[in-house]
């Protein structure tokens, strides 16, 4: 059976770091913290569960640090978590019988990482990311923000979730910043960092900017499709805050020219012609949403509302808007299938019932 060693780059976490290891301490073979200044008393809670705790100077680079907590790893596998990060318990046994039976030929497996949740905890928004590393120098870290490991060698992905769990709000600034200091060093970002680095802009309203980032990368001939149907919804979305309703529609439409359609970005599209009352395209739209399979491991992000209860929602929504009311009725209770605690089914269920 392998061996694990959890590395975990952590800064004033005290809030957190207990919450994140008392779920997975059990399951691992070794814990390495690297600390990179916290003021609170984050290395203290640490050091309860492991003496393999470093100091780190900062430097603006998280792939740097993480490269650093992976150097002091001595198992087979290093594993990566946040401090806002936990295994859920139904996550465990799972995760055991992983572990049991690991090919040795193994050399990174992928986790579903779940980072927002609807109203009733469950995962709205998901994507996989590399979970297990094979312990060697052929695994590094690159990307000073939003990190990642490039995939190559032999892959699995597991159905195995990490959840994203906040309990306070960091520092929504930071990534922006590093990503503006490079700039200013003269550094080239590459395709990669281009796409992140126009989100971080996107955020912070900085819409004009945003579109200019996402207009070049978008013409790049480099960087990973995920990443340029995504950049497509955050650039049309751009285009939709500063007025340009028509460069947004065409935005949306540029998707296609990179993959076959995804149902997050019919779903927008759909949006687009339901809010101009044009209900019969939005309604081609929402149907081809629907129908579309989730493709999990192209390595995009996922929402799966947008496969089934939204675009049934918004059905029922388009079919009112037409006058037939019957076909907006079971619509309706197929979103409500979907989602039987929704607010939005639940006050349009009240409606028909009324009628």
């Given at each position: 059976m392998p061996t694990i060693s959890l590395c975990m780059i952590v800064k004033n976490e005290e809030l957190n770091i207990a919450r994140c290891l008392d779920s997975v301490v059990e399951l691992v073979d070794e814990l390495i913290i690297v600390d990179t200044g916290s003021v609170?008393?984050?290395?203290?809670i640490?050091?309860?569960?492991?003496?393999?705790?470093?100091?780190?100077?900062?430097k603006d680079d998280f792939s740097d640090a993480r490269n650093y907590s992976f150097s002091k790893a001595s198992m087979d596998y290093c594993m990566w978590m946040d401090a806002d990060d936990i295994l859920e318990d139904s996550q465990k046994d799972k995760f055991l019988e992983l572990k049991q039976s690991l090919s040795p030929h193994t050399?990174?497996?992928m986790m579903k990482y779940n980072t927002a949740f609807d109203?009733?905890?469950?995962?709205?928004?998901?994507?996989?990311?590399?979970?297990?590393i094979r312990n060697c120098s052929k695994y590094r870290w690159i990307g000073a923000v939003h990190e990642v490991i490039p995939p190559n060698g032999n892959i699995i992905y597991s159905q195995i979730e990490i959840c994203h769990k906040k309990m306070n709000r960091g520092d929504s600034d930071r990534n922006l910043k590093i990503y503006q200091k490079q700039l200013e060093d003269g550094k080239l970002l590459e395709p990669r960092q281009q796409y992140y680095y126009g989100r971080e802009l996107y955020y912070h309203k900085q819409y004009k900017e945003a579109v200019s980032v996402f207009e070049k990368f978008l013409l790049s001939k480099e960087g990973w499709i995920e990443n340029k149907?995504?950049?497509?919804?955050?650039?049309?979305?751009?285009y939709y805050q500063l007025g340009?309703?028509?460069?947004?529609?065409?935005?949306?439409?540029?998707?296609m020219s990179f993959d076959l359609p995804r149902a997050e970005l019919c779903c927008e599209i759909g949006k687009y012609f339901l809010e101009h009352g044009n209900y019969h395209v939005a309604i081609y739209w929402y149907e081809t949403a629907r129908n579309?399979?989730?493709n999990e491991?192209?390595?995009?992000?996922?929402?799966?509302?947008?496969?089934?209860?939204?675009?049934?929602?918004?059905?029922?929504?388009?079919?009112?808007?037409l006058g037939d009311k019957k076909m907006a009725k079971e619509y309706n209770e197929k979103a409500g299938a979907c989602k039987p605690y929704s607010k939005a089914y639940l006050y349009n269920k009240q409606y028909f019932d009324s009628l």
């Amino acid at each position: 059976m392998p061996t694990i060693s959890l590395c975990m780059i952590v800064k004033n976490e005290e809030l957190n770091i207990a919450r994140c290891l008392d779920s997975v301490v059990e399951l691992v073979d070794e814990l390495i913290i690297v600390d990179t200044g916290s003021v609170d008393r984050t290395v203290e809670i640490a050091s309860n569960y492991t003496s393999k705790v470093y100091s780190y100077p900062w430097k603006d680079d998280f792939s740097d640090a993480r490269n650093y907590s992976f150097s002091k790893a001595s198992m087979d596998y290093c594993m990566w978590m946040d401090a806002d990060d936990i295994l859920e318990d139904s996550q465990k046994d799972k995760f055991l019988e992983l572990k049991q039976s690991l090919s040795p030929h193994t050399d990174i497996v992928m986790m579903k990482y779940n980072t927002a949740f609807d109203e009733a905890g469950t995962p709205s928004f998901f994507y996989f990311r590399e979970r297990w590393i094979r312990n060697c120098s052929k695994y590094r870290w690159i990307g000073a923000v939003h990190e990642v490991i490039p995939p190559n060698g032999n892959i699995i992905y597991s159905q195995i979730e990490i959840c994203h769990k906040k309990m306070n709000r960091g520092d929504s600034d930071r990534n922006l910043k590093i990503y503006q200091k490079q700039l200013e060093d003269g550094k080239l970002l590459e395709p990669r960092q281009q796409y992140y680095y126009g989100r971080e802009l996107y955020y912070h309203k900085q819409y004009k900017e945003a579109v200019s980032v996402f207009e070049k990368f978008l013409l790049s001939k480099e960087g990973w499709i995920e990443n340029k149907i995504e950049a497509c919804s955050l650039c049309a979305n751009c285009y939709y805050q500063l007025g340009q309703e028509q460069s947004a529609l065409n935005t949306l439409l540029r998707s296609m020219s990179f993959d076959l359609p995804r149902a997050e970005l019919c779903c927008e599209i759909g949006k687009y012609f339901l809010e101009h009352g044009n209900y019969h395209v939005a309604i081609y739209w929402y149907e081809t949403a629907r129908n579309l399979p989730k493709n999990e491991y192209a390595g995009g992000f996922i929402l799966p509302d947008c496969y089934d209860y939204v675009p049934l929602l918004q059905l029922c929504v388009c079919y009112d808007k037409l006058g037939d009311k019957k076909m907006a009725k079971e619509y309706n209770e197929k979103a409500g299938a979907c989602k039987p605690y929704s607010k939005a089914y639940l006050y349009n269920k009240q409606y028909f019932d009324s009628l």
